[in-house]
């Protein structure tokens, strides 16, 4: 699994909702070189840090995140193959 980091608005969702701990928030300045994606920027602020993936295998597939993610920006391939997308509500 993956977050795509220029539209991860650091809004901290993931990491709230997730029951196995899957995502930490790490400071902005860890991701030097990744530019905001204009769109997410267009409707939402971005925070002080972005989410990074730190526990992916521990992942149940339990769609929480992929319903609160702002930014549209989690990608999931379950145990087979097949690909899940955030779509914020
Ligand atoms: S789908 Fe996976 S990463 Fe997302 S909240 Fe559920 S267990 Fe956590
Ligand atoms: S929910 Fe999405 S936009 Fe918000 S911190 Fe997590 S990955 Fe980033």
Known sequence: MEVALPRCTGCAHCKDV???NVFDLRPR??????????????????RAERSLVVNGPECIVCAACLYECEGECIRILD???????????
């Open 29 to 46: 300045e860890q991701f030097a070189g990744v530019v905001d994606d204009p769109e997410v920027a267009a409707k939402f602020q971005f």
């Open 79 to 89: 145990s087979e193959g097949h690909e899940h997308r955030s779509v914020y509500k």
């Open 18 to 20: 997730c029951p196995v």
